[in-house]
């Protein structure tokens, strides 16, 4: 029917455009070739008279990018997969193709070819545009015509340069592979390279002309693709997946009228809506909202989740406005918490008035210049300075959009301490908005969004409670512990606290019983064994004999996705990141949309995290899929990546433009996406086969049993994340000792933060939104300090413990630590009464701090 756009791919060029304009026309269609604006030919093809527009699918495209006639354009329909094609010579002399070819391989090429390809990049981008008579001295110059001087021949020697790295990439095997697992399609055409890649920005422009903002919302259209290319067509879906979080469906003539019989209703209401026929309360369908979040990087990759978002500046303050749907949304950060407990009222900031507990809240200010943060000060208690910035400006910047708007969503962190700041935002902003509502989303990405958006919640208050109660805990018994401290040894910068007392107490013990030093025996076997004998007696051997040898096949299990425990283990042990580093990056990660939130102790996988990595395994490891939920309790999940993008694919699609951040990553960033992003895809895939040989070694007068894995029959998982070393397989037999050593060594390992983490998640005491917190307040106070990667108590981390074990042992003991957890998580859940918690805790640290010899102020 009429109101059609045709678009030709641009790899196929105006030529192609003819021939589809002239077949149609045969067919008896009204049909325009459009090349370039004609303001009249609008009028017709407004009118009906033209039928069909013809013209390139390219977002440079007159026909993509000029036409807005939502009552009249109803469907596109490209002939061909949009796609660009680029033809790069062996000799190549243009740099500007050069340059374009070696971005497109440079993140598959960055770490092979390191700060050549930097450099070779750096100078190519430094040199264009070059004029084409300077190419043609060249191209001259390459056979041997003519010399060049100056910047002629500068400019050769970077040409060269990079013609020389594009040359070993094309004849590099593995690379070859790495790019067919993309997107681009490479190939050799009469001595020429051809580059071909999915135009994806240009099918959105093209196909954009069909569905446009009018008084109600966005008008309905239907795009048609009809596919000569299937890698470039598995490549146009895939950019829109990471673009849009589109999916195509398959052309069914059922459904797509269907789609007619919508679209057709749309234009007749875009109709009535200009002849003024539909009453004004009707067209407010198109809602004013104002998002807050928390970070202004969550602010950001969300408003540039929708398009490209108007930036305004209001009292200093920065925020987004972007069009989604049916709302036009005002998207803000609050930058954290807003308020904290008053210092000035009541039992450190909690009064009790009639048998309850009244917190009292004031607003948060952070000193401009030393960037430390407090509440009740005029000036900075840190450094003196007058230069403050108070929450109370951000609350009456929100206070001021919440008049502008239909309405208020929050959008928080979907934990205890992201209720209490949504909660917060309620209080101020519920005056100037009545209509707010709660969204919950555990990853930054378009569809979660939408969904949130769809079925938007309410807050809950026992998640509020909670969040309450632990930080009046750590209030009342962190101010009392720690004015002790300071009384005994003199220092204000101490401070203790029930979590960090108890982790402070491993690392003492720890460190006390390194000290324990045992004999420990190296021997090492003409066979290539190597065993560690412990309290080894009389003289060394001179040989050693394996027995009851048996050899078998086993099956492994992949782990499970990463917990945040988990997460922080793996990064100390394998990356060497500290628990605050790592919990950075991971924030950075899921603020720009990449992972699913991080802190969690849940390793529930949804259907859309099966989903994206049963993709991922069938498309790059064919068979070897294999979906695991693991828990079905909880609204949470693990931490995984919200992409199927591997660390190449996913630099390749930054580089690219395709997947676009708000901002840039940095090389830690990328190699914890790799360890998450394997984790996850290794769980969604089969077990390996292993060969596994267990013996008995009779030495020194002792007997030890050894395990070893000695072969793999079936790689399954651990062709993404490798958890085994495979050793060399032994024999029965007394085999001669070529060397053997004793020294002296302590009969445990100091702990790592990695140790101390899973020793929290296992003892029950701290949460995933404190395990790096807790470390790094250790570190902060001088209680600890870390050589090779390993944690050793300090002179004054020792005093401090013995002080408060002695005069407090009870209320920082593992036990009572785990009960409060327990009881937290209880409020939580809406099983006990927070108020009943306070009323215990309030006795219980009072009676402990008296029994001190130091009553505290009466009641």
Not at 71 to 91: I, L, Q, S
Not at 744 to 753: D, G, I, K, L, N
Request: glycine fraction near 8%; hydrophobic fraction near 35%.
């Amino acid at each position: 029917g009429p109101g059609c756009l045709v678009f030709v791919p641009q790899a196929k060029g105006l030529e192609y455009a003819e021939k589809i304009a002239e077949t149609l026309e045969k067919e008896g269609m009204s049909v325009f070739l459009y090349e370039r604006m004609s303001p009249g030919m609008l009028e017709k093809f407004r009118k009906g008279e033209y039928a069909v527009l013809v013209g390139i699918a390219s977002s440079r495209s007159p026909l993509a990018r000029g036409l807005d006639l939502p009552e009249t354009v109803r469907y596109v329909v490209f002939a061909g997969v949009p796609r660009r094609e680029m033809k790069v010579e062996v000799k190549e002399c243009n740099p500007q193709k050069l340059l374009v070819a070696l971005k497109a391989l440079s993140p598959l090429l960055g770490e092979r070819m390191g700060k050549r390809m930097a450099s070779v990049l750096s100078s190519l981008s430094k040199v264009i545009p070059v004029r084409g008579e300077l190419i043609q001295k060249l191209r001259e110059a390459d056979e041997g015509k003519t010399q060049l001087e100056g910047f002629a021949a500068h400019l050769r020697k970077v040409v060269l340069e990079a013609r020389e790295i594009l040359e070993e990439a094309m004849g590099d095997e593995e690379l070859r592979k790495e790019v067919g697992r993309l997107d681009v399609e490479m190939r050799m055409e009469g001595g020429e390279w051809v580059f071909i890649s999915p135009d994806a920005d240009g099918y959105l422009q093209a196909s954009g002309r069909a569905s446009r903002f009018y008084a109600m919302g966005i008008s309905r259209g239907v795009s048609i693709v009809v596919v000569d290319d299937e890698k470039a067509f598995s490549g146009l879906s895939r950019r829109l997946r990471l673009l849009a979080d589109e999916e195509f469906e398959e052309y069914v003539p059922e459904k797509v009228k269907e789609e007619f019989e919508k679209v057709d209703r749309d234009r007749e209401t875009i109709r009535r809506i200009r002849r003024g026929e539909v009453k004004p309360e009707v067209l407010d369908l198109l809602r004013s909202s104002l998002l807050v979040v928390e970070s202004p990087t969550k602010a950001r990759t969300i408003a540039y989740l929708f398009g490209n978002p108007a930036q305004r500046t209001l009292d200093g303050f920065t925020f987004y406005e972007v069009a989604s749907g049916q709302h036009v949304l005002t998207v803000v950060a609050s930058a954290g918490h807003l308020f904290d407990l008053t210092t000035l009222e009541g039992f450190h900031g909690v009064r009790k008035e009639d048998g309850n507990y009244l917190p009292v809240y004031t607003d948060i200010r952070r000193c401009a210049d030393c960037g430390e943060q407090f509440t009740d000060h005029e000036t900075c208690p840190f450094c003196g300075s007058a230069n403050l910035r108070t929450k109370k400006e951000t609350v009456e910047l929100l206070q001021k959009l919440s008049l502008e708007v239909n309405e208020v969503f929050i959008a928080t962190d979907p934990d205890a301490e992201g209720e209490k700041i949504g909660y917060d935002l309620y209080v101020v902003l519920s005056p100037y908005c009545r209509n707010i509502r709660r969204l919950e989303f555990h990853e930054v990405t378009r569809k979660a969004l939408r969904k949130a958006l769809e079925e938007p919640g309410g807050l809950r208050p026992s998640y509020v409670q909670a969040q309450v109660v632990r930080r009046i805990e750590d209030r009342w018994v962190g101010f009392e512990l720690s004015r002790k401290l300071w009384e005994v040894f003199g220092k204000r910068n101490l401070s203790a606290g029930r979590v960090q007392t108890p982790v402070l107490g491993w690392v003492l013990r720890q460190t006390e019983e390194l000290k324990r030093k045992i004999p420990v025996a190296t021997v090492r076997l003409e066979n290539g064994l190597v065993l560690r004998i412990q309290n080894p007696e009389g003289p060394p051997p001179q040989e050693a004999e394996i027995t009851d040898l048996s050899t078998r096949e086993e099956k492994v299990l992949p782990p499970p996705p990463y917990t945040t425990d988990a997460m922080l283990r793996e990064a100390s042990q394998r990356l060497g990141f500290s628990a605050s580093h790592t919990m950075e990056l991971a924030q950075t990660l899921f603020e720009c949309g990449l992972i699913t939130y991080h802190r969690t102790d849940s390793t529930r996988v949804s259907i859309v995290g099966m989903e994206l990595a049963r993709k991922f395994v069938e498309e790059n490891y064919p068979g070897l899929s294999r979906p695991r939920e693991y828990s079905k309790e909880g609204a949470h999940e693990c931490i995984r990546p919200t992409k199927p993008l591997s660390l190449q694919q996913l630099r390749f699609y930054l580089s690219a433009g395709i997947v676009r951040i708000p901002q840039k990553l940095g090389p830690d960033h990328f190699r914890l996406y790799d360890l998450i992003f394997r984790r996850f895809i290794a769980s969604q895939m089969r077990e390996a086969r292993i060969l596994v040989q267990e013996f008995k070694v009779k030495v020194w007068g002792k007997e030890v049993r050894e395990r070893r894995v000695v072969g793999i029959i079936e790689e399954g998982f651990l062709k993404v994340h490798q958890t085994l070393r495979v050793e060399g397989r032994v024999e029965e037999g007394s085999f001669r000792v070529m060397e053997t050593k004793v020294r002296y060594e302590s009969s445990v390992r100091p702990y790592s933060q990695g140790d101390l983490i899973a020793l929290m998640k296992e003892k029950g005491i701290g949460r995933p939104s404190t395990y790096s917190k807790i470390i790094e307040t250790l570190f902060k106070r001088g209680y600890v300090f870390e050589k090779g990667g390993k944690l050793f108590v300090t002179p004054l981390g020792r005093m401090v413990y013995r002080y408060l074990e002695e005069r407090f042992g009870r209320l920082v003991s593992e036990e009572l630590t785990r009960d409060l957890e327990e009881t937290i998580d209880a409020i939580e859940n809406g099983k006990i009464r927070f108020q009943d918690v306070l009323k215990g805790m309030e006795e219980e640290v009072r009676r402990e701090i008296s029994s001190s010899g130091n009553p505290l102020p009466p009641r």
